[in-house]
T-cell receptor, first 116, second 119 residues
């Protein structure tokens, strides 16, 4: 049981290049999320997918697109990378468990992206 | 809009000292959830605790305890007899309360508190 996995772990891009960050979870969770973490700013939500087939913008969606490929996978795409997108990206998933009020988010290990 | 404030950017203590990490939140909603996560130097995020807004009982788990006070909108975290392995960044987070059963749990994070425990 791997939980939430992310690929790649590290990536260096030049300004203007594109790339896709991959995320997969094996916990059968309905909801998935992408966050970015910048020094001194905590984590900020980029996009989320409440369930398969739906995606919505979070706090900082500009410059990103997402695809909920199926229930397991949720990818984040940078179409034209900019230095301001240098950050650590975390994917997460959660599930509402009836009767337990349990829906804490489980996070992947992160992708460290540098845009030069 | 929701907001989480962790006013302590960095805290440094000596092993075995007790330390409290402060978290103050803002929300207009009457039903919400609060969380604490730990981020050790390895970088992963580890869930520590969830607390809902209608349960103000304090919680203790080993050396960890949490004090939730709705009257002051605070959810503070205390580590008793700190250890070097407690060195990490700690995040407090507040959930988006809208239709959480169907819409997931969008989180608003504080900026984090870097805790360093020295031997």
């Amino acid at each position: 049981n791997a939980g939430v996995t992310q690929t790649p772990k590290f990536q260096v891009l030049k300004t203007g290049q594109s790339m896709t960050l991959q995320c997969a979870q094996d916990m059968n969770h309905n909801s998935m999320y992408w966050y970015r973490q910048d020094p001194g700013m905590g984590l900020r939500l980029i996009y989320y997918s409440a369930s398969e087939g739906t995606t919505d913008k979070g706090e900082v969606p500009n410059g990103y697109n997402v695809s909920r490929l199926n229930k397991r996978e949720f990818s984040l795409r940078l179409e034209s990378a900019a230095p301001s997108q240098t950050s650590v990206y975390f994917c997460a998933s959660s599930e509402w468990v009836l009767g337990t009020a349990s829906y804490e988010q489980y996070f992947g290990p992160g992708t460290r992206l540098t845009v030069t | 809009a929701q907001k989480v404030t962790q006013a302590q950017t960095e805290i440094s203590v000596v092993e075995k000292e007790d330390v409290t990490l402060d978290c103050v939140y803002e929300t207009r909603d009457t039903t919400y959830y609060l969380f604490w996560y730990k981020q050790p130097p390895s970088g992963e995020l580890v869930f520590l605790i969830r607390r809902n807004s209608f349960d103000e009982q304090n919680e203790i788990s080993g050396r960890y305890s949490w004090n939730f006070q709705k009257s002051t909108s605070s959810f503070n975290f205390t580590i008793t007899a700190s250890q070097v392995v407690d060195s990490a960044v700690y995040f407090c987070a507040l959930s988006d309360p809208l239709a959480v059963e169907t819409s997931g749990s969008r989180l608003t994070f504080g900026e984090g508190t870097q805790l360093t425990v020295n031997p």
